[in-house]
């Protein structure tokens, strides 16, 4: 497989993940409503990261661990905890949000830590990472390390031009919004987090039984 083949079934490959909706999506919408249009990009940014290290752990054999039950009901279960943190967080501060929050203002973590933070509690990461991710990384690895880096980079910059877009959408659409319909936007994501917590609680103790 060539450079430029990997580089466009990267693209395309990260582009189908990221379009799915999930944890990741919801946080972005909030955020860019209280943020602004760089709230994409610093999750994204975040993701960066985490993704880095995985595709790390992932060359010195992590993925044979975490497709293990046991590591992948711990994942889940943690994961759960943390997407109900984040969503009570939400919640929690819904009384006060306004649309003229500004950057410095208002609950939740910073969207650079918030990326990490959402991914982390996505078991589906990790076990993407650990299926598909590492079966695309050993084709990618038959090219040299040139392989690996470009299989990583486009893979970001599918999920960077999608949250960019999302982020930028949502910003744009604010005009159109009063605080209450901000609130009811900010509060049904948070439902939405409190559901993906629940389901990932499910898959946890589900693995657990056996």
Not at 130 to 141: D, F, I, M, Q
Not at 156 to 164: C, E, F, K, N
């Amino acid at each position: 497989m060539t450079l430029l083949a990997i580089a466009g079934t990267s693209f395309a490959l990260g582009l189908s993940g990221a379009i799915m909706p999930g944890p990741l999506l919801t946080v972005t919408i909030a955020e860019s409503l209280r943020r602004g249009p760089w709230a994409g990009p610093m999750l994204v940014a975040g993701h960066a990261l985490l993704e880095a290290a995985v595709v790390l752990l992932l060359n010195f054999g992590l993925g044979e661990v975490v497709q293990a039950p046991p590591v992948f009901a711990g994942i889940a279960l943690v994961g759960g905890a943390l997407l109900l943190w984040l969503a009570a967080g939400m919640l929690k501060g819904l009384p006060r949000l306004s649309l003229q929050l500004g950057v410095g203002e208002g609950a939740g973590l910073h969207p650079l830590a918030a990326g990490v933070a959402v991914s982390l509690a996505n078991p589906y990461f990790l076990l993407w990472w650990a299926t598909v991710g590492l079966g695309y990384l050993v084709v990618a690895s038959r090219v040299g390390l040139a392989g690996v880096a470009v299989f990583y980079l486009f893979h970001i910059l599918s999920d960077l031009a999608w949250y960019a877009l999302v982020s930028n959408a949502t910003c744009f659409g604010r005009r159109f919004l009063s605080d209450r319909g901000y609130r009811g936007l900010v509060g049904g994501c948070a439902l939405f987090l409190l559901l993906f917590g629940g389901y990932f609680f499910y898959l946890g103790g589900k693995t657990f039984a056996g």
